[in-house]
């Protein structure tokens, strides 16, 4: 896979940060663009972001000036790949911008998740819903596009239901996440709203995961997308974790199923590495996307976050349910499987389907005009 060159949108976030990290060493794409807000525009990347992983800043990042958020106040060449860690509000004027640029923008916002022509992507769940981004106004006219990666919490909880959905179908879901605070941002939550405490709201939280797990687990078409019959309902909760989203799920089927047969379902689910896209071996992709760990003690945050670098979700205490059948926990890495590692994941995917290649599609020069996305 020959290395592209890509831009970070919000590169001085939590999520950008995150992005900075697990593209340094890429092996198929190259940071050459980062970008920030005005008051950090023109500055040294250094400068500008309170790094707050625990590897340290890249010292090439380190010296890059950080470059307007527009693709039209560029001062350097803009690179056609996107990766994007905007707020949603944000983001639904910035994103169409650069897609009608002439750029793929692979996004965490979500800001145009539930729009009709755009992907909402979970690789080893729904890559064949990636032909509707051909759909996309500005695919026709500039060859830019939007492809999303979904809520952290629906991530997390999707890849298990996957594999059940296929072998025994789903009716209903009861879900109550239990979420970090990275997921909030820097600063984000206040130390003295939520030490010692848990805030039972965090704001759209609920209506994101009761809809994206519907359009995830459902079908499309070249033009659309028909949601799954899948009833939701949510609690979602902000707790004093650092990283990692805890859900606790009870799950209806619409066939029977036995504890072992549902543990084997898990334990066979490798549809990047065993069936369906056999073989792509993406770098990013865990061989077990699903991992069952049979201590009733688990998944914890602290023993279980880096299952698979960050982009494996830990399940645990399969155990019957007295109001529908099944009940579990699950764990995943908000910041990495549910934000910048999912988006990379699908940049790698759009690689490997050829969705990255531009060549007819020469760059806008700025000033044209092409039609752009509408948000729901």
């Known amino acids: 896979m020959e290395r592209r060159n890509v831009g970070i949108l919000g590169a001085t976030g939590m999520v950008g940060q995150r992005f900075i990290q697990l593209l340094a ?19 040294p990347y250094a400068e500008a972001c309170k790094w707050k992983l625990d590897t340290p800043l890249p010292a ?3 010296q890059m ?3 307007p ?5 560029c001062t350097t060449e803009l690179p056609r790949i996107i990766f994007a860690a ?8 910035l994103e169409p911008r650069f897609a009608t640029a002439g750029c793929a923008v692979i996004s965490n916002s979500s800001a145009f998740r539930m729009t009709p022509d755009v992907p909402l992507v979970i690789p080893e769940v729904n890559a064949d819903h990636l032909a509707v981004l051909e759909a996309q106004a500005t695919r026709r006219t500039s060859g830019g596009y939007i ?83 899948i009833a939701v309902s949510a609690h979602c909760n902000r707790v004093a974790v650092i990283d990692g989203h805890t859900e606790c799920v009870s799950i209806k089927l619409r066939k029977p199923a036995t504890r072992d047969q549902i543990l084997a379902a898990w334990a066979d689910f490798q549809p990047l590495h065993g069936k369906g896209l056999n073989g792509l071996h993406l770098p990013s992709a865990p061989i077990f996307p699903v991992e069952y760990n049979a201590d009733d003690t688990r998944p914890q945050p602290r ?35 549910g934000a910048a590692g999912a988006a990379i994941l699908n940049a790698e995917i759009l690689a490997v389907l050829g969705k990255l290649d531009f060549r007819d599609f020469p760059p806008m020069k700025f000033g044209q005009t092409a039609e752009v996305l509408v948000p729901a």
Not at 306 to 321: D, F
Request: proline share 6%; glycine share 8%; charged share 20%.
């Open 60 to 62: 090439r990042i380190a």
């Open 147 to 229: 492809v999303t990666n979904p809520n952290c919490s629906a991530i997390g909880l999707v890849l298990p239901l996957k594999p059940l959905e296929e072998l025994f179908g789903i009716e209903k879901l009861f879900v109550t996440t239990m979420q970090a605070i990275s997921g909030a941002g820097y600063p984000g939550v206040a130390s003295l709203d939520i030490l010692g405490n848990v805030v039972p709201y965090i704001k759209n939280e609920e209506e994101k995961l009761e809809e994206e797990v519907a359009k995830l687990l459902g079908t499309a078409s070249t033009t659309a997308f028909q949601p799954a019959p």
């Open 303 to 337: 023993l279980d976050l880096m299952r698979g670098h960050g982009m494996t979700t830990t399940v645990g205490r399969l155990r019957p349910c007295a109001l529908f059948d099944w009940k579990f926990t699950l764990l995943s890495h908000n910041t990495i499987r």
């Open 25 to 43: 060493d890429h092996p198929w794409f190259n940071i050459t663009w980062i970008a920030a807000s005005d008051r950090s525009a023109g500055k």
């Open 69 to 73: 958020n527009t693709p039209e106040a």
């Open 65 to 67: 000036i950080l470059q």
């Open 86 to 93: 905007l707020d949603a509000d944000i983001a639904r004027d």
